[in-house]
Each structure stands twice: as structure tokens, then as C-alpha cells.
């Protein structure tokens, strides 16, 4: 596609954007809405505009090449991704559920589920290409050193045992008789067949009738077969179900379009290195050329005001800025009278309001009166769109670009842009030298009164300041950060993730969700919820140090669920959308490595060490639940799995938001573990289910494509994804990969896969039964989030309110 449909894309999500600042930011305040229903509905329907704006801008900033605009769109894409987290946790906090069903919403704005899929930006990895190929070959280079690279094993005999080889010469013997015996009955057929022939020669005339109309039914079955095929076919296209065949081939248009788009992405590295050289070189020229007569223009003017306003001024934080802000000396002398009193009356105000209030406190306990329902809480992003938003309007909306068809920089914009900055510059240096200027004329004026000198620019008085938070003993620090990555790789704490997308989660949307709440029925998750939520909350905060910094702070995630739902798969696919390290701390791995408390001290410092300065970082914990066992099992014990219970939490405390350090811990046992402790570490605990039948029908079909198999009408996928109702993906994949082997692939021209052959590998594994899916649902609904659901849903949320408020004074009151 060209650049102006592009800048359409980029022109249309600032329509939409605009329509929604108009709708946050009202002219009179809305007031709180009682029904939680209609207030859901009101967050849901802004969650899912911001969505359509954020797949937009997304796919603006990967292909527009003009360095300025992606700037602009940069600021806006990140601003949008942080609002859309603001209201997914919003909408967490009303409906007291990490999945959400919007089917009404979607249905009125007359969108289909894909138009509501979280996009993950491009330029998470992208942009960092160079460090995360230096991280790999870094990583390889490690595990070569180790030997651990995986290599094509080598084909050595082995010897048989006893059972072995009697089993092989048994196979070869009866395959041996079984090969005699198809010959011997080979041979006896084709007799037969001569006798029969034999007679039909002494039939005549009669025998040639019955011949031919033999033929003719054969052939006319076949041609009627051929036809009512044929007409199946086009009525299912006609139909929509099915795509024409033109259509299954690669379009040569979607090849040629492909093609523009990475040429566009390397056009903009081309227009980015230009860029950077325009700025060095303006910056340059402009210092040269405009720097002295700003230096002299501003001297004039201190000099003026020193005559006219006298100290005033540069006693001021920010030395000379006021005298740049075109007022005459009156007016200043004003305001800074206008300032002191302000500053006086201030602190007048605060005393009264503390003697108010601990009067307040004494009486009626502070009750305040605020007109009761649900309001939008703050956001930290809101700003940020209304300021990149006001930068397109004001620059880029009405910019006619005509004359730069190959959408490079604008040299203008960047010569307003460094001028300022430039004029900062200089103005902190004549600043200096002015202060200088000013105590010389203040001694020359001294001397000639015949006084004291008193000493020039008055020292500021060290600001006060609290007792200083001790910081962290850093155990490394006669360490580098490489000494210290090789050591967590040989170790085998630091490990390579998986190339697998978030994308290669496959699952369907969930399309009942909305009817079943309605009906009082908590429906399960589909695997197309678990994907949004895992690329909410674990790649998006990860991908985007903005986000992270200002979105609400989420810094551990559990994932439980049956084994083979693919928890393991989310954990590796997060590291890989986001260039993330991986860190392994399993109680299994941690076995018998750094011994001792002082052993699990460093280990912890130097894990969350590398993990910070590397970041973006994942520490995975497998198999969570047995750090937090209420009772260590016998064989376990050697383990030592409860080794992290005391010290986690700490580190957990220490984690800010600008590291970008996410804690994913893993578990299908999650009753074994202490639920209070569990809940402590982690804040987000999303459960994942077996699959549902729209999920498995589409893994059915991906899953056969994808190991080499074709998906015809001989293959009733409709019928396999129903009888495989309890097994899990890792299941599925299972099955495909014993049936479709390299000789079953060969062997599909003759013989197409029929639902019949997936049945007999499918009986030999244990499904995930009803009983342990409604075992996992009972155990989350004893967690907080479960708790404040089953309140919510039985109404009793707000008798529950009330008494919290002042539950503690009561208490406190009794006790006295």
C-alpha cells in the first residue's frame, strides 16, 4: 500500500481517538452510575474503541516511514496500550472476573472477535534486533562452550537384550509366513480367475448384454458421484462455508503486498539514519549561526532587568526564565508579591484544616458525604493522548506534503525543535556568566560606599532531607554483567526460550459467554481469552517501558490448569514476542544448586540482578505449588521445595515500575499449596481450562496442516473435535504425530484421513475428567477475586461494604 493510505489509517484512529477524549473528558462531570450492568457496559464499549484505535495505530507506526510522524505516533500508540490496560483492570475491579464477554458490545458496533484481538506492536522486537541478536549468539556461545547444543545424535548399535531380540525375529519370521501365504493365495485366485474366464467365452451374445450393462452402471455411478460433488461444492461456496479454490492458493497480490511491506520497514531505517544526520547537522549549524546573537540578546535583556527589577530574579528557580515570558517589570513584581502571600495564606490554610479535621476525627469519625455509585477512576495516560493528539492536529493535519513524495524529515520541524532546545542551552551559560557579571558590579558598588563586600550569589541552603533508605548490599559488584549471564547459563537458571509465537495458541472465541451470565451460569474461558489475557497483562507492560512505568503494576502471574494445556507453551511465547531472558527457578532445577542460606542470598542477587539490568526479564516457576506445600511430602523432602517462600515476596517488594521484570509461576496441583501464601506473590492468577469445541476444531485442522496432513471431506473434523471433548491440546498433539508419520504422509494421495484412525490413539490417554475441571473451579473461587464473584453474584457485595469501613475503630473501640 502507498504512504497516503497509511497516513488515512494514522488520520482515522485520531478521529476516533478524538470522539473518545470527548467522551472522557465532559464538559460537566458524569455522575456516578448506580447499575453495575450499565456501568460494565459503558467500560466495555470504550475498551473495545480503544482496541479498534490501538490495531490501527499499531499497523500505522510499522509501515509509515516519515521519522517525524512515527515519533508522533509512537507517543499515541503507547498512550493507548496503557489506557486499554486501565480499563481491563477496571473492568477486573466492577465484574470481579479476569475474563470478560462483550458479544452485545461487538455485536453493536458490528465487529467480529478478530477485530478485538489484542495486536502485539512489531516493534517490541524490531527495534531491538541488534542487542537480542548479540544476547543469542552470546547465549549460543555459552552453551557451545557447555556442550549442550543440541546436535543430531549420534547412530550408534546397541546391544539387544534377550527379550529384544526374540521379539525382532519373531516380527521377521510371521512377516516372512504372512508373505508366503499372500503369494499361495495370489496364485489360487488368479486359477480361479482363468477358469471363469474360460466359461465366459462359451456364453455368446448374452454374456456381452450383461457385460456392457455392467459398464454402463459403473460409469453412470461414477459421473453422478462426480456431478453431485461437484454441485455440493458450489453451494457451500455460494453459501459461505467454503472458499473457492483459487482462493486456497497464495494469492499473488497478498505475495506482492507482503514484499511492499518489508521493503517499506527497510526504507525506514534509510529515513531514520538520514534523520539522526539532519538532526547533528542542524543542531550544529544553528548553534553556529544563531548562538551568539541569542547569547548577546539575552545579556541585553538580564542586564535591562537587573537595572529594572534589581535581585529579584535570579534568586528564582530556573534563573533567567522569567524574563523571557514578554511581561513588563510591574507585572512580575506582582506576581511574585502575589506568590509570597499565596505561600503564607497556604500554610495559614493547612494548620486551620488539621485543627478541623482532628476536631472532625473526635466528633463523627470523618464521614464524608459522597453521592453514592461507581466512577471512572484516574488515568495516567489521558494526558499523553490529549498532548499527542493536539501535536496532530496542530502539525501534521492540515500539512500539505506534495513536494516530499518519498516521506523524509522536515527539516523546519526539526529547526523549531532544536532551537529551543538550543536556547535553554544557552541560556543556563549566560545565566553563569551573568551571575558572575552581577557580584562584580555588587563589589564595584560596594567598594565605592565604602561597606563590607558581601559575598555574590547567595548559597542555597541544602534541602532537608529524611533519613536515607539503606540500599541494597550488591553482593557482584566486583563483577561484570557477562561473568555473571555465563554463570546463570552454566547453571542452568538461565535458559533459551522456545520459538513459539502467542499466536500458535490456537483457540476460538468464547460466543456464549454473555447469554450464560445472564442466565446465573459462570461460563469457562475460552483459549482465545487466555491468549488476550496473557497479552495484556505479561506481553504488552513487557514490550513497552512507558507502559510499564504508568499501567497498573502487575508483577506475578500463575497460570494453573490441567497438565497439556499449554502453560509451559504461554510462559516460552512470552519471552519470545517481548526478547525477554528466561529465567528457570524451578524447585526441580534448584535442586543441590547454590547450597545454604547464603547460597540462595547470592543466587536471588545475581537471578534479579542480570534479570533488571537485562530486562525485559521472565522468571518462570514450574510446579509453584510445592513452594508453598502445607505439608512437604516424604519423597520431596531432599528437594527442599519452600526454599523461595520467605525470600520472594521481599524481592517481589523490591520490584518497580521501571523494571521490567515479570514472575509467570506455573501449576496444575494448585490444592496442595497454602492458599493465603499463594495469593501473597501472586496478584494475577488466571486459570485455563481443556479446551472447548470451537477451540478444538480449529486445533484439529491447524494441527493435521501443520505435521504434513490434508484436511478433506473424507476427515469429519466436526465429528473428532466432539468426541475428543476432555483432552487437552497436548493431547491432540500427541495423537496427530503418532498417526501422521512420514510413511501415513506419503500415502495420503491414495488414502485420506478419515476421523476413524485419531479414535484408537485417543482411547489409550486418560482425559481431563468433569470432576477435576469443577475440583479446579472450586479452588478458584476461594481465591480473592473468586470470593468477590461469588459476592457479586449473590448480591451480598454491598452488606459486605459497609461494615470494612469501620470495622477496625470498632474493634479498637471495644478493646478500650
Given amino acids: 500500500m502507498s504512504h497516503s493510505t497509511y497516513n488515512k489509517l494514522w488520520a482515522n484512529a485520531q478521529v476516533e481517538l478524538n470522539s473518545l477524549l470527548a467522551q472522557e473528558f465532559p464538559v460537566q462531570p458524569p455522575r456516578p452510575e448506580k447499575d453495575r450492568v450499565v456501568f460494565f457496559q459503558r467500560l466495555a464499549t470504550l475498551y473495545v474503541r480503544y482496541v479498534q484505535i490501538f490495531r490501527q495505530l499499531e499497523e500505522a507506526y510499522d509501515q509509515v516511514v516519515h521519522p517525524q510522524k512515527r515519533r508522533v505516533i509512537r507517543e499515541v500508540l503507547d498512550g493507548v496500550m496503557g489506557r486499554v490496560l486501565e480499563l481491563k483492570n477496571e473492568m477486573v475491579e466492577k465484574e470481579f472476573s479476569e475474563y470478560h464477554y462483550m458479544d452485545d458490545v461487538i455485536q453493536d458496533l458490528k465487529l467480529t472477535p478478530e477485530d478485538i484481538e489484542i495486536p502485539i506492536p512489531r ?9 537480542l541478536q548479540e544476547r543469542g549468539n552470546m547465549l549460543s556461545n555459552i552453551l557451545n562452550l557447555m556442550a549442550v547444543v543440541e546436535r543430531p545424535k549420534p547412530v550408534g548399535v546397541r546391544a539387544l537384550n534377550l527379550e529384544e531380540a526374540i521379539k525382532i525375529i519373531q516380527v521377521s519370521e510371521r512377516a516372512r509366513q504372512g508373505r508366503l501365504r499372500a503369494k499361495f493365495m495370489r496364485e489360487i485366485q488368479r486359477d480361479e480367475e482363468r477358469q471363469r474366464r474360460a466359461k465366459d467365452r ?63 520497514r527497510g526504507k525506514q531505517e534509510e529515513h531514520e539514519e538520514d534523520y539522526q544526520k ?12 544563531e548562538g551568539p546573537d541569542m547569547r548577546e540578546t539575552m545579556k541585553d535583556q538580564i542586564r535591562q532587568w537587573f537595572i529594572e527589577c534589581h535581585m529579584q530574579l535570579m534568586e528564582e528557580d530556573g534563573g533567567s526564565t522569567l524574563i523571557f515570558a514578554e511581561k513588563t517589570p510591574q507585572q512580575l513584581m506582582e506576581e511574585l508579591a502575589a506568590k509570597d502571600e499565596e505561600d503564607t495564606n497556604k500554610k495559614l490554610k493547612g494548620k486551620e484544616e488539621n485543627k478541623d479535621k482532628g476536631k472532625k476525627d473526635k466528633g463523627k469519625g470523618g464521614d464524608e458525604e459522597e453521592e453514592p455509585g461507581l466512577k471512572m477512576l484516574p488515568s495516567a495516560f489521558l494526558g499523553e493522548l490529549e498532548v499527542g493528539h493536539k501535536t496532530f492536529g496542530e502539525v501534521w493535519q492540515n500539512r500539505t506534503e506534495s513536494k516530499n513524495f518519498s516521506q523524509r524529515h522536515e527539516a523546519e520541524l526539526i529547526k523549531e525543535e532544536k532551537r529551543k532546545e538550543i536556547e535553554v542551552e544557552i541560556r543556563l551559560q549566560v545565566d553563569e556568566l551573568m551571575r558572575q557579571e552581577l557580584a562584580n558590579w555588587k563589589l564595584a558598588v560596594d567598594k565605592d560606599k565604602g561597606g563590607k563586600a558581601k559575598g555574590g550569589a547567595k548559597k542555597k541552603k541544602g534541602s532537608k532531607s529524611g533519613k536515607k533508605k539503606k540500599k541494597d548490599k550488591d553482593l557482584t559488584a566486583d563483577r561484570n554483567i ?12 538461565l535458559k533459551q526460550a522456545d520459538n513459539v509465537k502467542l499466536q500458535d495458541y490456537l483457540g476460538d472465541y468464547s460466543y456464549l ?46 497460570l494453573a490448569g490441567p497438565a497439556g494445556v499449554g502453560k509451559k507453551m504461554l510462559v516460552h511465547a512470552i519471552c519470545q514476542e517481548t526478547g525477554a531472558n528466561l529465567f528457570d527457578l524451578s524447585p526441580q532445577n534448584l535442586a543441590g544448586k547454590y547450597p545454604g542460606k547464603s547460597g540462595l542470598t547470592m543466587m536471588l542477587h545475581m537471578v534479579f540482578k542480570v534479570a533488571r539490568l537485562m530486562q525485559p526479564s521472565v522468571v518462570w516457576i514450574g510446579d509453584t505449588e510445592k513452594m508453598f506445600y502445607k505439608k512437604v511430602p516424604k519423597e520431596e523432602k531432599e528437594l527442599d521445595p519452600k526454599r523461595l517462600k520467605k525470600d520472594l515476596p521481599k524481592i517481589l517488594k523490591s520490584i518497580k515500575g521501571e523494571d521490567r521484570v515479570l514472575v509467570v509461576g506455573t501449576t496444575q496441583d494448585p490444592f496442595n499449596a497454602d492458599l493465603k501464601s499463594l495469593c501473597k506473590v501472586y496478584s494475577k492468577i488466571i486459570l485455563i481450562p481443556r479446551p472447548d469445541y ?5 486445533m484439529w485442522r491447524q494441527l493435521i496442516k501443520k505435521n504434513g496432513g490434508q484436511v478433506t ?32 504422509v506419503q500415502q495420503l494421495a491414495k488414502r485420506p484421513l478419515s476421523a476413524a484412525e485419531f479414535v484408537a490413539p485417543l482411547a489409550k490417554i486418560d482425559p481431563v475428567f468433569q470432576d477435576e475441571e469443577e475440583a479446579l473451579k472450586n479452588w478458584y473461587a476461594k481465591t480473592p477475586l473468586g470470593k468477590k464473584r461469588a459476592k457479586a453474584a449473590s448480591g451480598k457485595e454491598g452488606e459486605e461494604e459497609a461494615p470494612t469501613k469501620g470495622g477496625k475503630d470498632a474493634k479498637k473501640k471495644g478493646k478500650k
Fill in 123 to 131: 516493534y517490541f522486537l524490531s527495534e531491538r534486533s541488534k542487542v
Fill in 202 to 264: 462359451d456364453l455368446g451374445a448374452a454374456a456381452i448384454g450383461t457385460a456392457v450393462v455392467r459398464i454402463q452402471k459403473v460409469w453412470k455411478g461414477y459421473v453422478q458421484r462426480k456431478k453431485t460433488k461437484r454441485e455440493r461444492e458450489e453451494e457451500m461456496i455460494f453459501l459461505g462455508m467454503a472458499m473457492e479454490p483459487r482462493h486456497i492458493q497464495p494469492c499473488p497480490a497478498t505475495t506482492a503486498a507482503q514484499a511492499n511491506e518489508a521493503h517499506r
Fill in 278 to 289: 539532519s538532526i547533528v547537522a542542524i543542531t550544529d549549524k544553528l548553534r553556529e549561526v
Fill in 482 to 493: 557477562e561473568s555473571l549471564y555465563q554463570e546463570l547459563v552454566e547453571q542452568g537458571l
Fill in 513 to 558: 459467554g454473555t447469554t450464560l451470565r445472564q442466565t446465573d451460569i459462570e461460563p469457562m474461558p475460552s483459549l482465545s481469552d487466555v491468549r488476550q489475557v496473557i497479552a495484556l497483562y505479561a506481553v504488552l507492560p513487557l514490550g513497552s517501558q512507558v507502559v510499564h512505568e504508568k499501567a497498573p503494576l502487575v508483577k506475578a502471574i500463575l
Fill in 694 to 698: 470451537a477451540s478444538r476444531y480449529v
Fill in 713 to 744: 471431506a473424507a476427515l469429519d473434523l466436526s465429528s473428532l473435535a466432539k468426541i475428543s471433548d476432555g483432552y487437552t491440546q497436548g493431547h491432540m498433539v500427541q495423537v496427530v504425530c503418532s498417526i501422521l508419520t512420514e510413511r501415513r
